[in-house]
């Protein structure tokens, strides 16, 4: 579980402090999904909201089991989403499950 929260956390700051080179890397909401589940097939694997400079956006990561690609997205309250990060060999941490009745 504290891997999962780490790394959830570490895009959310990932995300936060994005340069602003990536700003070339925006367009409408609706054309970068489809571009995202069409080309790479993504889906949504989880997101939130984060306030950086005042106001607020959705941050979320898109990933495919499929391509093991992924994808974090920043999109503002406009509708204009920003690609801050892209990557391939995606994975998910799988929580060590404590045995019952062993110390800890």
Request: hydrophobic share 40%; proline share 4%.
């Amino acid at each position: 579980m504290f891997k999962r929260l780490f790394s959830i956390a570490l895009t959310f700051g990932m995300a936060a402090t994005a340069p602003p080179a990536f700003a070339q890397n925006c367009a409408q909401r609706d054309h970068v999904i489809a571009k995202l589940q069409d080309s790479y097939a993504e889906e949504l694997a989880f997101g939130g909201l984060q306030k950086s400079r005042g106001t607020h956006s959705v941050m979320e990561v898109w990933t495919s089991k499929e391509t093991g690609s992924y994808t974090v997205l920043v999109t503002r309250a406009n509708g204009i989403s920003c690609i801050v990060a892209v990557g391939t060999d995606f994975f998910e941490a799988i929580p060590k499950i404590k045995a019952e009745g062993t110390p800890s």
